[in-house]
């Protein structure tokens, strides 16, 4: 790791492991019972920290295999075995963990016995749910019907229904079976999901001051389940009025009023959440006062922001100056929070915060970096590159990944020829012929760049020549193909084919390359590409077979 100062520079290394969280290892049942000669369901455990190693002891009835990476016992059970407990261990670089079951294999295949307790599930959307049924006797499968609602999961080796409910289901009742290879067993379960907790709040400093004869709004948060209803505790002050479809407290106060606690309440099928707010109207008008924390605020492109101020009182409304934050983020003029996820890369501002009501102002200033995360990396352009001269170019565009800051080249380009430093969109008409050259253009933010050697010549007006090493090629339907490049000779301007390419296969109508995933065959075998420029074209086949 290296630091500097723009004088001098200190450089220093460390090293760092980063290890894997100790292996978990569970099974589900804890009990199974095999049929002689019968072949059994993957019996396979919820493993985390992978990879690890597990092993199993005492070695498992004749026909049964381990799976030493996954612990799935596999296979088909050739010898009886009395009811007994085998210990699993799973192992990795950070500790290890183990479960123990109990495996029986059985001479006569005994029916399945199946129940789940509870047999009737309430939940609410979007909240982690597993059960498992008791079982009894030989079970190779389990059948769910009808289908689970989208967002639970059905385990066909164990029963066990487990995940997040994704919507509201009514009362609705579901048949499981378990299966063997000589009977079935079915037991029903209701499952209902009903809509989330509701949870409520007022996004506001502890105690709301406002100025006789001011008008304010305060809007209610929610962020959990769908609000059926809407109470408060007490009337308000005189002015202000509670919004029963929104929980919003909004209007002019017109009298004074001391500092008193309300308590909203918001209802769905689920229950309740309670969100309170004191407020305090005064008589005698006082400006707002703000305060943020003297510091500079530093993030990455891509990271969540949460600006909170230490003070935030009496303020009626706020602005930003300059009135626009970094892209993604937004005040809110209740609290003088600043959020949202940083989304443009902006070079160290002060932002100055200004705090209203009818009283007077406040101001307080807030520094703000965001800084992309990474140099730019993989620059490219479609080289080598010929043009015409004192013909008006086709713009080069450039690939690469990250975020650039500007572009630049060196040594300069042909007479006529523009790099646009934003962009790194080269444009212009070239004025002067000059041999194939390299120009090395470098991609850059703050962090670091990334260059690519560009070949460009700029020759007298000839007919272009493009065409292909390899002029005949086998596809597969389905099968995306590797890019095909012609090569060049002469400035082309326009690449056009006839007849049209099979369907899902393009070419480019600037560099000629062909790519994409053919979806169907095509009767025709031979294409004729067109290239063109100011001086003439040029023509090549090309031959595909399937």
Known sequence: MTAGNGTCSATGTFSMTINPKAPTIEYTPKNKTFGLNTPIAAFTPVITGAPVTVS???TLPAGLVFNTTTGAITGTPSATSAPTAYTVKAINSSGEDTDVITIEVTATVTCPDVNYNPNALVLEVAKD???TPTQTGVINSFTISPALPAGLAFNAANGTISGKALAKLALKTFTVKAINSVCTDSTTITIQVKDKLPEIAYLVPSL???NKNEARTFPLTSTGGAIDSLTIDKALPEGLVFNTKTGTISGTATAASSANTYTVKAFNESGFDIATIVIEVLEVGIAPTIEYPTKEYNYFKG?????????WDNVQSATSSPTTLPGGLSL??????ISGVAGYITVKTTYTITALNTAGTDTAKVIITVSPINPPDSLSYASPKSFIVNEQIIPLSPKVKGFVEKYEVSPAL?????????SGIITGKPTVISPESPYVITASNE????????????TNPIAPELCYEVTSRTFNVGEKINTWKPTVKGAVNKVTISPNLP???TIDPVTGDITGTPTVKSAVKSYVVTSYNSAGEGKCTINITW
């Open 208 to 210: 709301v001051k406002i």
């Open 303 to 311: 990271d969540k922001v949460s600006i909170l101020p230490t003070l």
């Open 129 to 131: 749910t597993t059960i």
């Open 56 to 58: 199993i002891f005492p």
């Open 332 to 337: 809110d003029p209740v609290n003088g929070k």
């Open 447 to 458: 962090t670091g760049g990334t260059s690519f050697t560009l070949l460009i010549s700029v």
């Open 503 to 505: 369907a899902g296969l």
């Open 414 to 422: 042909p007479a006529g020829l523009v790099l646009d430093p934003k």
